[in-house]
């Protein structure tokens, strides 16, 4: 999510601060969820989306997990 003080990575909740040459803002979207924006994670975060694979699960707890948690109760 893109806020007035930056990004914010929608797996973990935390600020993406690109301090780094090799940290970037990662746009993607979830096909269970309907947005009219991409979420957006940092590298780290993207590597743990494309590692679960589709199983929420293996996510680590954040506002993504969570998502999935409200939508299953």
Not at 5 to 18: E, F, M, R, S, T
Not at 26 to 44: M, R
Request: aromatic share 6%; proline share 4%; with cysteine.
């Amino acid at each position: 999510m893109i806020t007035s003080h930056g990004a914010l990575c929608d797996v973990c909740g935390h600020y993406i601060l690109p301090l780094d040459e090799n940290e970037r803002v990662n746009f993607f979207k979830v096909a269970q969820i309907e947005s009219e924006s991409d979420l957006c994670c940092h590298n780290k975060c993207k590597t743990a989306v494309l590692e679960c694979a589709g199983d929420w699960e293996k996510l680590t707890p954040g506002p993504l997990r969570s998502l999935y948690e409200k939508a299953l109760t």
